[in-house]
């Protein structure tokens, strides 16, 4: 009978301890209302106070390696497709038009000095299927496709997660197409590449002697 009553004390005094805990965690949150503090170095070491972050007010600092949302700097971009064909869930778009010889210092360069040479009227990338890999941040070769410390993209129009980076408008890339179709038009006919001589004759092959023997 006696250990009955133990076991009940016991029992009361576990949920005492805890529920004291608790509640000195929940008045101790009161304290820190407003900034928490979050770019303090030992933030996640305090044991007292908010427990959980009042987001979107206060949010973790990314950090400077995270892989996030997707940017291409379309102006460094040569429309070399590696991103493209490197992606393998396929959520990059591209659509390129060659540059006619007439505009390609309109078309300009990289900042690295590399002359462009196609118009990009299409560079789409579906963010909600990208998973983040990083595949074509790394094959680019002009470092222009990177990803940003925007970690929050949430959006409440599944179309509004298609990302448009294109530099023509519809109405450019129609005239771009129209100069480079002229441009292939004008340009001399291509010789036709010569005949190949045609292989010469095998020998007959001679009879086998041992086989004329039999
Ligand atoms: S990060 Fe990966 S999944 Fe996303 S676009 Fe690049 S290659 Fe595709
Ligand atoms: S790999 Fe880079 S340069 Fe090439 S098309 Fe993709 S983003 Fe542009």
Partial sequence: MSEYFRNIASSTSTILTGMGITLKHFFNAFKRKGEAGIEE???????????????????IPTPDNARYRLHNDIEDCIGCGQCVRACPIECITMETIKVTKADLETCGKTSGGQQKRF???????????????????SVCPTACLTHTKVSDFTEFDREHMIYHFGNLSRIEADLMRKKAEEEKKAAPA????????????????????SSNNE
């Fill in 119 to 137: 118009w990009i009227p299409v560079f789409d990338i579906d963010i909600a299927k990208c998973m983040t890999c990083g595949i074509c941040v």
């Fill in 41 to 59: 170095s030992g933030y996640f070491g305090q044991v007292d106070g908010l427990v959980t972050l009042q987001y979107p007010r206060e949010a």
């Fill in 190 to 209: 291509k010789p036709a590449p010569k005949a190949k001589p045609a292989p010469k004759p095998k020998p007959a092959q001679q009879p086998n002697a």
